[in-house]
């Protein structure tokens, strides 16, 4: 019978771009294929799950008043002939996920409507004007397949012009010749022509930043369109290709070959001439092999709860590697499987873009057990069918250029993302479990003429440290395993500092410096550097990593602060023009210079990470190459910084932004004093200086002394357990 509800619908067909979840329920990883299948909203077209206890569908209705629903269930129609086939792939790939297209299943589809305002139960007839919104609905591109298309799209393509690129005769590009532009100084923003070897800088931009334009010259003098940008070559033989015949974003697969004409060597050639669906299978194949241990013994298939597979998404394993570490860890099932299990209750967001949403279905999907049955394929194989983190990556792609893609990514680099972006999320809840990995360095600084010292400390959530590099004989990139803790003794290790300005002598003098432990984190989050800076393009470096068994102590890492006996540099005055000049380490800007960053970023990272050497400022670097101020020119002095942001304060709006992520309007202000009015670069701030409160330059006087809030674990500093994230 048709009921009021369906009688009087006045609803629209989803456009073609509307989202469409008709595969999954946006909640929880119950699917079509599941044996209730999944409801889809037809006024908003969200897709919920009808199971009992979940029953997403329902609670959608509830909220939103959205009557109508259409149930869709999709039934695998197995193909006889299947076995018997001649073309059937050999036995090895079967286990791989791109077996589906060999197999071609057939599905069939059972469509149902239902109005939850009647009665959910039972099936209704529909009016043919309702007849046809389920037919758009089903003709429609699923969400899931519509973000997989633009995804794919992302990838960039070669042209004519970098597929048939003609060289000139090869030459041996010198240091100088790749320092700046054949035609002026600049010495950023570099682009070299692949045909014959020039150097130009990039376009002026209309605020007239970038370049002066000599690299598009060079091509309307030559008609050499494809340039490759200098510094973002990596070692698997990717870069940034601009063609100016085309005017577009281009790819080029013989990169390696068309470097190595001008004497740049990319590290593992061979990858270049992969496909992008080639790589993919590769991964698969890894995947395989990894079930397999060293010595050759076959690891055992798991099920159940805490042992859910995430499926691979086109290269997505950076992020398989992360979401199962993290939700692997005791306060993120807390947050987000326990205090989250309401929340699609009280939710009137969209629950795809959500991110409490899509946190808790992922918690839910790794952690309940249901998504990991064990079933046997045809050839006896025990697998189970995992769940697909498709969601969840459109979500993080929506915030993020790079994990939009379907590029390989890296994991360190993702984990990070994901931290600040809960940390935003979570701030105003006072919930945020990222704060296991929270805690304070200690900055020990001393001048080797006067011998006074200066202690910093500064809130932090990672170390990153360097693996010492041993070439075993006779090989070639393979080196001599190193201890985890020999890592550790690198990153505390005394470094010297030549030309320090000493506020106390009042002259350059040779300081020694060291960063250790203030406190510990429950959670220490090592990214170790396994990798050289070799003619400009980062290489792998394959050092194998010991890790200790059983526990480890880390208490001699520990600072001391301020021994008896010692006595305290003098604060530099901020005010004062002679030690206003903040003092680089030449040490460290030569280091990071011949990792061919221009001496402006090396400074203004160095200023930003507080002078704490070439490592972590080369972090920074990494993460804020995007910025767009990273190539403005540095403040001269702190007077000048403070005049150019009292020009002009921040405005309401901006305030009320960060008021709305639980600061308050002193603390919104302070930071935006901070950072020129940047709402992101404040927002960066506030959680940089959590125990912030305008008061700086007494907490700073007080710092060796206050008790500590960030990261409890003082003494003994036991860590027991390893994850790794690959
Ligand atoms: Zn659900
Ligand atoms: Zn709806
Ligand atoms: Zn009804
Ligand atoms: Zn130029
Ligand atoms: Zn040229
Ligand atoms: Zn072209
Ligand atoms: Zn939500
Ligand atoms: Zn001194």
């Not at 995992?386 to 984990?415: C, W, Y």
């Given at each position: 019978m048709v009921c009021s509800h369906i009688e009087n619908a006045t609803l629209n067909p989803p456009s073609a771009l509307t989202q469409v979840h008709k595969e999954e329920c946006t909640q929880c990883f119950d699917n079509q294929d599941g044996p209730e299948g999944i409801d889809v909203c037809l006024t908003c077209f969200n897709g919920g799950c009808v199971n009992k206890d979940r029953h997403h569908a329902l609670t959608h209705s509830q909220l939103t008043g959205h009557p109508l629903a259409v149930n869709i269930r999709r039934i695998t129609v197995t193909n006889p002939n299947k076995r018997n086939n001649e073309n059937a792939p050999p036995q090895k790939i079967t286990k791989i996920a791109i077996v589906m297209e060999n197999e071609e299943p057939t599905y069939e589809f059972v469509t149902t409507v239902r109005c939850y305002a009647c009665s959910a139960e039972e099936s209704k007839a529909a009016t043919p004007k309702l007849n046809a919104i389920v037919d758009a609905v089903m003709n429609s591109l699923s969400s899931a397949k519509q973000s997989e298309v633009k995804a794919w799209e992302e990838v960039i393509t070669p042209c004519e012009h970098t597929l048939c690129l003609t060289q000139e005769e090869p030459k041996q590009l010198q240091g100088q010749d790749l320092a700046h532009c054949a035609d002026c100084e600049l010495n950023q923003n570099l682009w070299l022509c692949l045909a014959c070897g020039n150097l130009g800088c990039g376009r002026k931009q209309y605020d007239g930043s970038g370049g002066n334009n000599h690299a598009i010259e060079h091509f309307e003098k030559t008609g050499h369109g494809v340039n490759v940008k200098l510094g973002t070559i990596t070692a698997e033989g990717t870069a940034d290709i601009y063609c100016y015949s085309c005017d577009d974003a281009r790819v080029d697969a013989d990169l390696a070959t068309h470097l190595a004409n001008w004497g740049i060597n990319v590290a593992q050639q061979q990858k270049t001439e992969k496909s992008m669906t080639e790589l993919q299978l590769e991964q698969n194949m890894k995947f395989d092999f990894s079930m397999t241990t060293e010595d050759g013994k076959q690891l055992e298939p798991k099920f159940g709860a805490g042992y859910t597979g995430l499926k691979n998404l086109g290269n997505s394993c950076y992020m398989a590697s992360v979401l199962q570490s993290v939700f692997h860890m005791e306060q993120f099932q807390l947050r987000y499987?326990?205090?989250?299990?309401?929340?699609a209750l009280t939710c009137i967001a969209d629950p795809a873009t959500c991110w409490h949403c899509q946190l808790h279905k992922l918690a839910d999907g790794l952690l309940s057990g249901r998504y990991s049955q064990p079933l046997t394929n045809d050839d006896g194989v025990q697998y189970q069918d995992g769940i697909a983190p498709g969601m969840f990556k459109a979500l993080v792609g929506k915030n993020h250029q790079e994990f939009s893609t379907m590029r390989q990514q890296d994991a360190f680099e993702f984990f990070q993302f994901l931290c600040k972006t809960i940390q935003q999320k979570e701030h105003a809840t006072k919930n945020d479990p990222t704060n296991v990995f929270d805690f304070v360095t200690e900055q020990r600084l001393q001048c080797g003429k006067c011998k006074k010292v200066r202690y910093q400390r500064d809130k932090t959530s990672c170390i990153s440290v360097e693996v010492p590099a041993r070439p075993k004989e006779n090989t070639e990139n393979e080196y001599e395993a190193v201890d985890f803790t020999e890592c550790l003794d690198v990153f505390v290790r005394d470094e010297t500092l030549d030309g320090y300005q000493c506020p106390n002598c009042n002259e350059k003098t040779i300081a020694q410096r060291s960063v250790k432990f203030s406190t510990f984190p429950e959670i220490l989050v090592v990214n170790p550097r396994r990798f050289a800076f070799v003619n400009w393009v980062p290489q792998k470096l394959n050092i194998p990593i010991n890790f200790p068994q059983g526990p480890v102590q880390l208490d001699k890492y520990m600072g001391t602060g301020q021994q008896p006996g010692e006595e305290l540099l003098p604060e530099e005055s901020a005010g004062s023009s002679s030690c206003s000049e903040p003092s680089f380490s030449q040490n460290d800007i030569d280091q990071l210079k011949a990792m061919g960053f221009s001496e402006n970023r090396c400074k203004r990272a160095l200023l930003n990470t507080g002078h704490n050497g070439a490592d972590i400022a080369m972090n920074w670097m990494f993460e804020h190459m995007e910025d767009p101020d990273i190539d403005d020119p540095l403040p001269t002095d702190n007077i000048a910084a403070a005049s150019i942001t009292s020009k002009s304060g921040p405005t309401a709006d901006q305030i009320s932004t960060l008021q709305e992520m639980g600061f308050t309007a002193q603390q919104a202000k302070k930071a935006l004093h901070e950072t020129n009015n940047d709402t992101e670069r404040a927002l960066d701030w506030l959680f940089s200086h959590p125990d912030d409160n305008r008061e700086m330059s007494e907490q700073a006087a007080n710092d060796t002394t206050t008790p500590e809030v960030i990261g409890g674990k003082l003494k003994p500093a036991v860590f027991d357990e390893f994850v790794l994230m690959l």
């Amino acid at each position: 019978m048709v009921c009021s509800h369906i009688e009087n619908a006045t609803l629209n067909p989803p456009s073609a771009l509307t989202q469409v979840h008709k595969e999954e329920c946006t909640q929880c990883f119950d699917n079509q294929d599941g044996p209730e299948g999944i409801d889809v909203c037809l006024t908003c077209f969200n897709g919920g799950c009808v199971n009992k206890d979940r029953h997403h569908a329902l609670t959608h209705s509830q909220l939103t008043g959205h009557p109508l629903a259409v149930n869709i269930r999709r039934i695998t129609v197995t193909n006889p002939n299947k076995r018997n086939n001649e073309n059937a792939p050999p036995q090895k790939i079967t286990k791989i996920a791109i077996v589906m297209e060999n197999e071609e299943p057939t599905y069939e589809f059972v469509t149902t409507v239902r109005c939850y305002a009647c009665s959910a139960e039972e099936s209704k007839a529909a009016t043919p004007k309702l007849n046809a919104i389920v037919d758009a609905v089903m003709n429609s591109l699923s969400s899931a397949k519509q973000s997989e298309v633009k995804a794919w799209e992302e990838v960039i393509t070669p042209c004519e012009h970098t597929l048939c690129l003609t060289q000139e005769e090869p030459k041996q590009l010198q240091g100088q010749d790749l320092a700046h532009c054949a035609d002026c100084e600049l010495n950023q923003n570099l682009w070299l022509c692949l045909a014959c070897g020039n150097l130009g800088c990039g376009r002026k931009q209309y605020d007239g930043s970038g370049g002066n334009n000599h690299a598009i010259e060079h091509f309307e003098k030559t008609g050499h369109g494809v340039n490759v940008k200098l510094g973002t070559i990596t070692a698997e033989g990717t870069a940034d290709i601009y063609c100016y015949s085309c005017d577009d974003a281009r790819v080029d697969a013989d990169l390696a070959t068309h470097l190595a004409n001008w004497g740049i060597n990319v590290a593992q050639q061979q990858k270049t001439e992969k496909s992008m669906t080639e790589l993919q299978l590769e991964q698969n194949m890894k995947f395989d092999f990894s079930m397999t241990t060293e010595d050759g013994k076959q690891l055992e298939p798991k099920f159940g709860a805490g042992y859910t597979g995430l499926k691979n998404l086109g290269n997505s394993c950076y992020m398989a590697s992360v979401l199962q570490s993290v939700f692997h860890m005791e306060q993120f099932q807390l947050r987000y499987n326990q205090q989250l299990s309401d929340h699609a209750l009280t939710c009137i967001a969209d629950p795809a873009t959500c991110w409490h949403c899509q946190l808790h279905k992922l918690a839910d999907g790794l952690l309940s057990g249901r998504y990991s049955q064990p079933l046997t394929n045809d050839d006896g194989v025990q697998y189970q069918d995992g769940i697909a983190p498709g969601m969840f990556k459109a979500l993080v792609g929506k915030n993020h250029q790079e994990f939009s893609t379907m590029r390989q990514q890296d994991a360190f680099e993702f984990f990070q993302f994901l931290c600040k972006t809960i940390q935003q999320k979570e701030h105003a809840t006072k919930n945020d479990p990222t704060n296991v990995f929270d805690f304070v360095t200690e900055q020990r600084l001393q001048c080797g003429k006067c011998k006074k010292v200066r202690y910093q400390r500064d809130k932090t959530s990672c170390i990153s440290v360097e693996v010492p590099a041993r070439p075993k004989e006779n090989t070639e990139n393979e080196y001599e395993a190193v201890d985890f803790t020999e890592c550790l003794d690198v990153f505390v290790r005394d470094e010297t500092l030549d030309g320090y300005q000493c506020p106390n002598c009042n002259e350059k003098t040779i300081a020694q410096r060291s960063v250790k432990f203030s406190t510990f984190p429950e959670i220490l989050v090592v990214n170790p550097r396994r990798f050289a800076f070799v003619n400009w393009v980062p290489q792998k470096l394959n050092i194998p990593i010991n890790f200790p068994q059983g526990p480890v102590q880390l208490d001699k890492y520990m600072g001391t602060g301020q021994q008896p006996g010692e006595e305290l540099l003098p604060e530099e005055s901020a005010g004062s023009s002679s030690c206003s000049e903040p003092s680089f380490s030449q040490n460290d800007i030569d280091q990071l210079k011949a990792m061919g960053f221009s001496e402006n970023r090396c400074k203004r990272a160095l200023l930003n990470t507080g002078h704490n050497g070439a490592d972590i400022a080369m972090n920074w670097m990494f993460e804020h190459m995007e910025d767009p101020d990273i190539d403005d020119p540095l403040p001269t002095d702190n007077i000048a910084a403070a005049s150019i942001t009292s020009k002009s304060g921040p405005t309401a709006d901006q305030i009320s932004t960060l008021q709305e992520m639980g600061f308050t309007a002193q603390q919104a202000k302070k930071a935006l004093h901070e950072t020129n009015n940047d709402t992101e670069r404040a927002l960066d701030w506030l959680f940089s200086h959590p125990d912030d409160n305008r008061e700086m330059s007494e907490q700073a006087a007080n710092d060796t002394t206050t008790p500590e809030v960030i990261g409890g674990k003082l003494k003994p500093a036991v860590f027991d357990e390893f994850v790794l994230m690959l």
